[in-house]
DNA sequence: GTGGTCTAGACCACA
DNA sequence: GTGGTCTAGACCACG
């Protein structure tokens, strides 16, 4: 889990992104405690308020509920609703990109080798057993 | 040459990125000058003074040169440098956006189907020619 | 006797209230005990801690006194102050409410309409001697 | 427009409220500007962060829209929002406090004077020139 | 220990 | 001047 300070993106918003990955994943199960404000904010090197926002954030989302004194949880729904969420951010990530790219005077043949060469750069962890 | 106000990248950065564009695909061509500033800030709907500093930029990289009292105009360099940032620009988002979805749990099947989707999306303008 | 964790009012405050309300109700009368901690708490599903702080709220307010190791019984003087308290409080929550509903320009029928609706739709038991 | 700093509810909520109110009584129109940040924080004698974090959830809710650099201002449909909230808003607390009134002994009766007497307890400054 | 609210003060992007 | 984000540090309610 990275956060990257010199994004444009904010801060809280990355964490948001992140967890809501992590739950989609299956890394934060529901009714599963995510790490506390604190620990948080210490293994991010952040101020706890920053996440403290990131998680007001998936609590109005549905994602996620808080029990004062106790933590945080993620919700029955909030597995489908995150996965649901990732899937079309990245459609629209992609389609900006070659948005972008095709107005820069790209083909699509260059746009689809540079996206092969993407894929391909990463590692991919998850299917190493296959 | 759209701009998104509700972007987390600033407005100056978006006007460099699609002026950019602009010269990688041919539209500004070495010697020609770009729109003027007011003009640009009419179309874009966007403060001058926002144009002023995406112009700025632009001319720290050696993409434009200013003569003062006519306008800007594009370098030799520029078209091939602007077509450089436009292609390493393209792979470095895809390969983020790519991560992002990996570490959302998305298979390497579903990564591509929804590239090959928001290929498809946009209408092609860069195929006239086939 | 309904405790909610996501009111803003504290829970220990809730309780304190929701006690008042049965002293005043007669459903805890002079001499009588109250339930223990641990069995408030159980019922609640809260914390004994927080229960501990409503009683020591309730003994503060002479409505109430502790017989240690026995437990806490209600004052005479308990009954009629419950009562005088309770009144007073739904005099300053329905000023309260219909402050802020004049401030949203609702009209005094449409208040007034609100408050009879109100009145109808919880079940009454207040009217079983009819 | 009073902000009570001792009340349960939070500050931002309270802003977030009496805005929703200016907006549903017509104090702020449709494509209007909200008073600013700072102004608003001056007024009320609160840290700009805590308008800036009602502020948000306005936003959030589709009520408010932002532009940055300029202002907020209220969106078309905010007012009818509003008003909805308003009514919803008012049904609720009036619900509550007759429960708990009920749930103290209080009769239909005297819950029934208690209101009348809040009624006619504050000037109706509307009505003043019938 | 947990989450929730608030302040003070800083810096950025934009008009 | 406007809104937006972040930090540092405080205090509260709850377990």
Redesign the interface.
Known sequence: MDIDPNS???IY?QIV??V???I???IYRPGEMLPSLRTMALELVVNPNTVQRAYEVLE?EGIVYS???IGLFVTKQGVAS??AK??S???A????????????????E???A??E???N??A?Q??SKT
Do not use: C, M, W, Y
């Not at 900006?96 to 790219?101: F, Q, T, V």
């Open positions: 444009h993106v904010p918003e992104d992140s809501r990955a992590g989609a994943a299956g109005r029990r004062r004194g995150s996965r990732s899937k951010a990245l459609l990530n992609l389609s900006g990109d070659i948005a972008s790219a095709r107005s820069a005077g790209l083909t699509d260059s746009i689809r540079a996206f060469k993407a894929l750069r990463t991919q998850t299917r």
